[in-house]
């Protein structure tokens, strides 16, 4: 299957929002849409996308706060971890009352358990549960694609001194990932991507 990624940055934080888009049927999920931005309404538009499921690789207000809009756009469900699904519903847990913005989701979601795989339409995705920057962070592998939200970034690690981080768990969960084929794209949740390849070689919180 010919599976596309389509980045965009959004928000004061500089959030990748991805498309995974199938261009023959059209068939798209929104990873982590962390604010409501016309480019995406607009590239959505354009190569006239189905989108058909929103996917949160985390609770952090910055991954979160488009995911009302697009899930009244296209009627359409948000995947969360059950850990970090309180977060959508709490604007100090999500951190947005900080912002000054107080966002809090009213649904629909669809809670993932635990290390499941999933088909959403056309896409076969496996959810590996990576705790250590939230207690509900998942990476989700589509393919050979890895979107790590802000667990594993390039050549740097999430933060874990939020109140509702797991520090402890964080080498188990880098561990899991740093098994995963070279071939795989990590696709992270700010910054660049890169080859896992290159994430091992560039960073030293894989060598463990
Ligand atoms: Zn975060
Ligand atoms: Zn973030």
């Given at each position: 299957m010919d599976i596309h990624v389509k980045k965009f940055v959004v928000g004061p934080l500089s959030t990748n929002c991805y498309l995974v888009y199938e261009p023959l049927s059209k068939d798209t999920l929104i990873i982590?849409?962390?604010?409501?931005d016309t480019?995406?309404?607009?590239?959505?538009?354009?190569?006239?996308?189905?989108?058909?499921?929103?996917?949160?690789?985390?609770?952090h207000f910055d991954h979160i706060m488009g995911i009302?809009?697009?899930?009244?756009?296209?009627k359409i469900s948000v995947y969360v971890h059950k850990f970090d699904h309180p977060m959508l519903l709490d604007s100090i847990a999500n951190h947005s009352a900080l912002f000054g913005t107080s966002?809090?989701?009213?649904g629909p979601e669809i809670l993932i358990e635990g290390e499941e795989s999933l088909r959403v339409g056309p896409f076969k995705l496996i959810i590996i549960e990576t705790p250590g920057h939230t207690k509900g962070s998942i990476c989700i592998l589509i393919d050979n694609l890895l979107f790590s939200g802000d667990t594993l970034f390039v050549d740097s690690i999430g933060r874990m001194d939020f109140p509702e981080s797991l520090p402890?768990?964080?080498e188990e969960s880098l561990q899991k990932l740093a098994k995963l084929d070279d071939k795989i794209i990590v696709h992270p949740g700010h910054m660049g991507s890169a080859k896992m390849a290159v994430v091992k070689e560039k960073n030293s919180f894989l060598r463990i």
């Amino acid at each position: 299957m010919d599976i596309h990624v389509k980045k965009f940055v959004v928000g004061p934080l500089s959030t990748n929002c991805y498309l995974v888009y199938e261009p023959l049927s059209k068939d798209t999920l929104i990873i982590d849409p962390g604010f409501h931005d016309t480019k995406i309404d607009r590239f959505i538009e354009v190569k006239n996308l189905r989108p058909l499921a929103i996917f949160l690789t985390h609770g952090h207000f910055d991954h979160i706060m488009g995911i009302q809009h697009y899930s009244n756009s296209y009627k359409i469900s948000v995947y969360v971890h059950k850990f970090d699904h309180p977060m959508l519903l709490d604007s100090i847990a999500n951190h947005s009352a900080l912002f000054g913005t107080s966002f809090i989701f009213s649904g629909p979601e669809i809670l993932i358990e635990g290390e499941e795989s999933l088909r959403v339409g056309p896409f076969k995705l496996i959810i590996i549960e990576t705790p250590g920057h939230t207690k509900g962070s998942i990476c989700i592998l589509i393919d050979n694609l890895l979107f790590s939200g802000d667990t594993l970034f390039v050549d740097s690690i999430g933060r874990m001194d939020f109140p509702e981080s797991l520090p402890e768990k964080m080498e188990e969960s880098l561990q899991k990932l740093a098994k995963l084929d070279d071939k795989i794209i990590v696709h992270p949740g700010h910054m660049g991507s890169a080859k896992m390849a290159v994430v091992k070689e560039k960073n030293s919180f894989l060598r463990i």
